[in-house]
């Protein structure tokens, strides 16, 4: 889905050394967001949806999940907690 550019207003946020952002607060306000909610980032060439998860994105993670213990070691946690 192409942004709409003429109702479009940015924010910025800035990465912390864990690269974690906070969520500007009027994002969270247009995406209704509350503490402990999930979020789904959908990437499209070099441009990165931010989502609110729904229910399905939810059933979807955790259908999947089961299938991805190759990589939950805990020399996998380290070998990636830098990215």
Not at 41 to 67: H, P, W
Request: aromatic share 6%.
């Amino acid at each position: 889905m192409p942004l709409d550019t003429t109702t479009s207003k940015s924010e910025t946020s800035r990465l912390t050394e864990k690269y974690q952002a906070t969520i500007p607060a009027s994002v969270r306000r247009a995406l209704k967001l509350n503490k402990g909610d999930r979020i789904v980032f959908t990437i499209r060439g070099k441009d990165v949806l931010l989502q609110r998860a729904t229910a399905v994105d939810l059933d979807f993670a955790r259908a999947v999940s089961d299938s991805l213990t190759e990589w939950s070691s805990p020399a996998d946690e380290r070998a990636y907690a830098d990215l």
